[in-house]
């Protein structure tokens, strides 16, 4: 990547605190200049399922060059929630697109219907009013009507809606090789090159099936 790049990534309530994590370090450590806001039960996420103990920019960020990008290691910025007069609650401040990663429903909803509550939802309504790329992670199952609907209703503003769902076909070994499935994905949702492994018929095909998390003679051995 010749240009300088920026995303923004929102945190929110959902089960998934991984992808997030996954993704950031990504960014950073390709040299994306990465803007972070988080919900309170998206830091509570980071709490219950990383451990973190508040919202810890080392830990969310390190360790991940040479999968995406140059090797630069890029700057991630972290904004407050409430703080909806932050530069990514503008128009003006140009990015290459924002997901929600995890995207609660309620975040969903929220995006859906344009109320900003706080700079997460600020952030989103804006990148959809400047005809941004908006990804939205969702996680939740099963989904009410109330859901779909809303999904609809982001779809046709221009939201991406990703469900957080990994393919098998790529063989899976590790929880590491699920997440990475879906980051790539995202990434790619993103316009962002990268060397995950996603692509059925290019990093993986029929011919390599043996070995695979589905494989039970390989899991009982
Ligand atoms: C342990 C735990 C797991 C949760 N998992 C999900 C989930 O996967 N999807 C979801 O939509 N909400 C989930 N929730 C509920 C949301 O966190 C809750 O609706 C919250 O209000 C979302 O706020 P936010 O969208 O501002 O982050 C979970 C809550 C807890 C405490």
Redo the contacts with the bound molecule.
Sequence with gaps: MGMHRRVVVG??????AIYAQRLIRLLVGGGIETHLVV????Q??LH??LGMEGIDLDALSGGAGGVVGSGRVGELKLHH?RDVGASIASGSFLHDGMVVV?????????VAHGSA??L??RAAAVTLKERRRLVLL????PVSLI?TRNMQTATEAGAVVCPASPGFYMMPRTIDDLVDFVVGRLLDLLEIDHRLKVRWGQDVGVHTRSGALGDRSRVES
Excluded: F, K, V
């Design positions: 945190i929110s309530g959902a089960s998934g919900s309170p039960l998206g509570r996420m219950d399922e929630y995890p995207c609660s429903s309620n975040t969903l909803s929220a509550q706080n997460l939802h969702h996680r939740e199952m859901d």
